[in-house]
């Protein structure tokens, strides 16, 4: 049977998606949102460490799934492999209704102003691409706050000293520290720095009609067992859903964005949960997949005028792939620094991510989430044996004594770091699947040592016997923070979408996640890529004519 | 009454489930999915020197071995060439190294063994068809998976784990622990 035509196609339930999903459908739009994954509960993924969408031995248990799913992952010395979503080669994000914001840590960041601004702040790095937004803070602020407000984030409205000016506090109060963020409270103090509890997406106090936290250990890499963690899953998605212009299509696998020899888009390819190829029209298409999926989307929607796929007329689809290079320090106390107060991350300081002497750049740092005992079995000093009495008494004896303070690395985006279509490799459906290639930036090398110098100190003046550093930085980034892939940008030659994540030569197709980011910030990308979910949605449905969508562009 | 089909599956489910809420071993498994009794008791043997038993059990006490054989028919089915592949190749070193099989060597002699292996230094003649470092690495990976995972997989046995590291087992879901929060000095304002 035939689908029946709609104002909209959003691709991808994420946290873009969802967003976009739910302000285009409030506005009275009818919307299809697709999702290659289904809805997850808490109840199959029961505090399992090896089913935990952080630490994914047999799979990855959000999805996707490795049966259908695969990429073809080149490695610096040119060897080319096929990788499953498990593999941390995949780079993956969760396939799922929500997707990642399901089984986050849930950080809530707002970028800083010079975050919109790096190579106005900090001039030209030879072999980057190192560029402005086509929009500043003071633009994305009110969508930030709409972020905060309708998904929920708990925080101290002033507790950080060099914070964007926020208008409106957080709807929820603070997190109190664990220990272990009370020790480093008390010495970053002392050291003159400026910490503060980080912002969550996750329930302080009942909102939204959903519980408190009650702050078990296992939290990042898993559903929450009472719902108190803030995703689209909980939020957007279901308010789109119950106001009847929406229908979420699960277990859909979009294959290509059908434009018209008009260079118009008129709907999307997709095969449906039983595999069966169907095509679904509409007045405007949201891509929303992700930072590599995107990319793989448009570079696979090729058509007359776009011959090399949807708006990569200029060769710019796909290219500064970027992620966080998590850099920072470890340190071993002679005192129990565990409490069991999950999720373990809950203090931060910003000092550094930004004006720092010589550096381009920079991050935050905080302490980490939980290690649980498998994923502890890595957190060694360099040169620790690896197993035997050795390893045995090292877990044994640091297991609640081990603290790390880390952060992500704002990367210097490159040419070279890209994502391709692979041009034999196909998936369960016969889609080319995505290819990834290139490095980051030498210069990330650089920052992470500065930024692991700097976690290092706090260690050792907290009272750390013994201390080492990971310092982040090569290879091919990506991760769950993915993006960069489809930049916005006011000049077509260097970009991919205009500063309304429509892409450029066309009047109705958007991108709405993290594939936007010009550069990625030095904080973890959550909150800005739904704030970029209410610009984008905001900015459609403002100039919905409530027929055929045109803006007058091209 | 005759039973319904429907209503007896149903009933078979509700019998399953209890069954796999108690702990999901307590000793070394009797019949195995894939493995056969020599490969086992080489998995065991490898594996008690990657985390051997002192104060506190090690790999063999928590049946990691049966950890192997249950994923080697489950997650990791398509490893299972290379392990049956492997354990030879071990047991052929071995035997021409030491005139022995691997678990009738000294812990010395088996130790000195693994750290060869570790580092690609066994000889050669044996390891053509997988690299010894990269089975190695699997399954010392493996073993650490059995061992700190969940019970649930077929390793850490009665939660041994956990009860060395001192966590609570099995996990507790659902206790707000808001009230026993103690904290010195308190972040500024609006906090709980």
Known sequence: ?554 | MEIQRRTFIRSLCYACGAITFVPACTTRLKRWRYLIEEEADLIEAVAEQFIPSDKDPGATEACVVNFFDKQLTGYYTHHQETYREGLKSIQRSAAKAYGKSFREMTRNEQNTFLEQMEIGELPGEFWEHTDQRVFFNMMLDHTMQAFYGSPRHGGNCNYVSYKMLKIDYPHIIGQNRYGEQKSSVKPKNKVL
């Open chain 1, 1 to 554: 049977m035939k689908n029946k035509h709609v104002n909209a196609v959003v691709v991808g339930a994420g946290a873009g998606g969802g967003v976009v999903a739910k302000e285009l459908a409030v506005a009275g739009l009818s919307v299809v949102l697709f999702e290659r994954g289904g809805w997850v509960t808490y109840d199959a993924h029961n505090d399992d460490e090896l089913l935990s969408q952080r630490t994914h031995p047999f799979k990855a248990p959000f999805g996707p799934d490795n049966e259908r799913h695969r990429r073809v992952f080149v490695g610096q010395d040119g060897s080319e492999r096929i990788v499953l979503p498990n593999d941390y080669a995949f780079n993956n994000n969760a396939a799922c209704v929500g997707s990642g914001t399901v089984s986050y840590g849930a950080m809530a960041w707002r970028f800083m102003e010079k975050d919109f601004l790096m190579k106005s702040s900090y001039g030209h790095v030879e072999g980057s691409t190192l560029e402005d937004w086509p929009i500043t803070y003071e633009d994305l602020e009110p969508s930030y706050e709409k972020a905060e407000w309708e998904i929920g984030v708990s925080g101290d409205h002033d507790g950080n000293p060099f914070q964007a000016p926020r208008k409106k506090p957080y709807p929820m109060p603070a997190f109190q520290y664990n220990r272990e963020g009370q020790m480093l409270y008390d010495t970053a103090k002392r050291m003159g720095l400026h910490p503060f509890p980080i912002p969550m997406l996750r329930n302080s106090v009942p909102y939204n009609g959903r519980p408190a936290c009650y702050r078990m250990r296992t939290c990042v890499g898993f559903a929450c067992p009472v719902n108190a963690k803030c995703g689209t899953h909980n939020t957007v998605i279901p308010t789109a859903l119950s106001s009847g212009n929406c229908e979420l299509r699960i277990n859909c696998q979009v294959a290509e964005i059908l434009v018209n020899d008009q260079g118009r888009a008129t709907g999307v390819k997709y095969f449906d949960e039983k595999d069966k190829g169907r095509v679904q029209t509409a007045d405007l298409i949201v891509v929303a997949a992700a930072a590599v999926e995107t990319a793989r989307l448009l570079l696979n929607s090729r058509s007359r005028l776009f011959p090399n796929g949807a708006g990569n007329n200029n060769d710019w689809v796909g290219r500064n792939l970027q992620g966080h290079a998590y850099t920072g320090a470890s340190g071993i106390f002679e005192q129990d620094v565990y409490d069991d107060v999950g999720p373990g991350a809950c203090w931060a300081i910003s000092d550094y991510n930004h004006d720092n002497e010589g550096i381009v750049g920079g991050g935050l740092l905080c302490n980490s989430f939980f290690t649980p005992p498998y994923a502890f079995t890595r957190q060694r000093p360099p040169g620790a044996k690896r197993w035997g009495l050795d390893h045995k008494e090292f877990q044994r004896k640091n297991y609640k004594k081990l603290v790390s303070v880390r952060g992500p690395w704002q990367e210097i985006p490159n040419y070279e770091a890209r994502v391709t279509v692979d041009p034999s490799v196909k998936d369960h459906w016969g889609i080319p699947v995505a290819r990834m290639s290139g490095e980051r930036h030498p210069y990330d090398r650089i920052g992470c040592q500065f930024m692991s110098d700097r976690a290092e100190e706090i260690l050792k003046e907290a009272g750390a016997i013994k201390t080492w550093q990971g310092v982040g930085g090569r290879g091919l980034s990506g991760g769950q923070h993915q993006s960069g892939t489809a930049r916005m940008g006011n000049d077509p030659k260097t970009s991919v979408t205009d500063k309304y994540g429509r892409v450029h030569d066309f009047d109705n197709l958007f991108v709405a996640d993290g594939s936007l980011h010009v550069t990625n910030g030095g904080y973890n990308p959550a909150l800005t890529i739904l704030a970029l979910g209410y610009h984008v949605g905001g900015f459609i449905a403002e100039n919905w004519n409530g027929g055929t969508f045109s803006t007058g562009q091209s």
